[in-house]
T-cell receptor, first 115, second 114 residues
């Protein structure tokens, strides 16, 4: 099955600096890569996703890049703000069974933005 | 309001006492799933359902059961809970079971098994 590795497990940055979180996956057939943000005590919420036919996607201060050859994808947050402090999870989808898919999550990165 | 709901939100129980955590979505989603979240382990899938009456095991199904008799509901059943099932549980749903798309998570159920 799919295996997703996420690094780093914790990350501290100064407000205004950039943050980068990296993930690798094992299944070359995976083609959907979402990123979720989980604030303390809250549910995970999708912040951005990318499909395998796209190399980069941006949404305001957030961007995701995908390198299918190397099987890795990254989340970039620019001009970080205190409200960006949260745990971020990457995930990769893989097809299983009768045409269904499964999301496999990384172990998460705790991002702390220091004012 | 489109949402996924779970009940109860918090539960403390004892070993061996059967319990059910309910999950309901009002978005007419086909795909529903249960995850458990443990410190340092991320989110791990327990069971999923592509549609009514179609369920299958995820990565950590031991000790759990599910059913999908109606499209909107996907209860998680622990027949004989054990302390290693103490965890934070999330239900999630998405529009399609065959095409990857956004999974929407419920608010979570924190379960403690003594």
């Amino acid at each position: 099955g799919e295996n997703v590795e996420q690094h780093p497990s914790t990350l501290s940055v100064q407000e205004g600096d950039s943050a980068v979180i990296k993930c690798t996956y094992s299944d070359s057939a995976s083609n959907y890569f979402p990123w979720y943000k989980q604030e303390l005590g809250k549910r995970p919420q999708l912040i951005i996703d990318i499909r395998s036919n796209v190399g980069e996607k941006k949404d305001q201060r957030i961007a995701v890049t995908l390198n299918k050859t190397a099987k890795h994808f990254s989340l970039h947050i620019t001009e970080t703000q205190p409200e960006d402090s949260a745990v971020y999870f990457c995930a990769a989808s893989s097809t299983i069974g009768a045409g269904s898919y499964q999301l496999t999550f990384g172990k998460g990165t705790k991002l702390s933005v220091i004012p | 309001e489109a949402q996924v709901t779970q009940n109860p939100r918090y539960l403390i129980t004892v070993t061996g006492k059967k319990l059910t955590v309910t999950c309901s979505q009002n978005m007419n989603h086909e795909y529903m799933s249960w995850y458990r979240q443990d410190p340092g382990l991320g989110l791990r899938q327990i069971y999923y359902s592509m549609n009514v009456e179609v369920t299958d095991k995820g990565d950590v199904p031991e000790g759990y059961k599910v059913s999908r008799k109606e499209k909107r509901n996907f209860p998680l059943i622990l027949e004989s809970p054990s302390p290693n099932q103490t965890s934070l549980y999330f239900c999630a749903s998405s529009l399609s079971g065959t095409l990857e798309n956004t999974q929407y998570f419920g608010p979570g159920t924190r379960l403690t098994v003594l």
